[in-house]
């Protein structure tokens, strides 16, 4: 279903629960372009938690990335929190969103290894936990409980393409917290599982699938709208030194152009998973 980028998440208060420094923009940067040049965002109010704030990565660095010294992650969360806040500004307007650090160690921090592949981080998904991801999910999951009990509320977290561990975690946090406070009478806000990008231009068929089934098992429905994908892949490499790589615009113009072919239209589009409207309170 193809909508505007203002029918796709109608709700007042928008909250991204962005896994890392960068991810605003790989998941929700189209659609907030796209408001902004229609003029939209004066009506919506923006929270960003960024779940995994401690963080000591910068691309292609090699083995500084098992660097997990105090040093190394102040002087990484240091540049990775001044780029985001960089681009948030450019994106929503200096002052125009709340800002939240969820304080919890990257994937990385933890000792994960990286993957030898274009994209280097790890995935995994519930047999690959550790007890430290199974803390995270447990924390998080009581906190998005608060979350989801906001009215005229969307909780955008990410749809976990490619299974990077940490956009799972969060994922699947969201996911049970959301079961939870349904079950108790307690759900009010609207939940969105965003593709994130480039790891929804970069998976296979077999990875497409595996969300596909999520969305299946969960009843959601598929929310396509027009988005300029080179206009998010420049400001994520202007405004991410630390982080771009080529792959960025690989993956950001593939996840386009593959929507765009699932939905027939000639123009490049973005998606996002939505509960039916009637399943909140």
Not at 229 to 257: C, T
Request: aromatic share 8%; glycine share 6%; with cysteine.
């Amino acid at each position: 279903m193809i909508l505007t980028p203002a029918a796709a998440l109608p709700e007042s208060n928008i909250v991204i629960l962005s896994p890392h420094f960068d991810d605003v923009p790989c998941m929700l940067g189209g659609w907030i372009l796209a408001m902004r040049d229609s003029c939209g965002l004066a009506s919506r109010r923006f929270r960003v938690v960024v779940v995994f704030s401690k963080s000591n990565y910068t691309c292609r660095a090699g083995e500084a990335n098992y660097d997990s010294s105090p040093e190394r992650i102040r002087a990484v969360t240091g540049t990775r929190l001044s780029e985001d806040c960089s681009c948030l500004d450019e994106l929503l307007g200096a002052n125009n969103y709340l800002y939240e650090l969820g304080l919890e160690e990257e994937c990385l921090v933890r000792g994960n290894r990286l993957t030898d592949s274009a994209f280097e981080f790890p995935h995994g998904t519930y047999e690959d936990f550790d007890a430290a991801d199974w803390a995270i999910l447990g924390r998080m999951e009581a906190r998005i409980g608060d979350l989801l009990a906001m009215r005229d509320a969307a909780i955008v977290v990410p749809a976990a393409y490619r299974e990077h561990k940490d956009h799972f975690i969060v994922r699947e946090a969201a996911r049970r917290s959301r079961a939870i406070a349904a079950r108790e009478g307690r759900l009010r806000a609207s939940l969105y599982y965003q593709e994130d990008k480039p790891y929804a231009g970069l998976g296979d068929d077999a990875e497409r699938e595996r969300v596909r089934a999520f969305a299946r098992e969960e009843g959601l429905r598929e929310l396509a709208y027009a988005v300029d994908p080179l206009a998010v892949a420049a400001l994520v490499e202007a405004r991410y030194p630390s982080q771009y790589e080529p792959i960025y615009l690989e993956g950001i113009v593939a996840a386009a152009e593959r929507v765009s072919a699932e939905e027939g239209s000639n123009l490049p589009l973005d998606r996002v998973l939505a509960y039916p409207r009637d399943s909140t309170g």
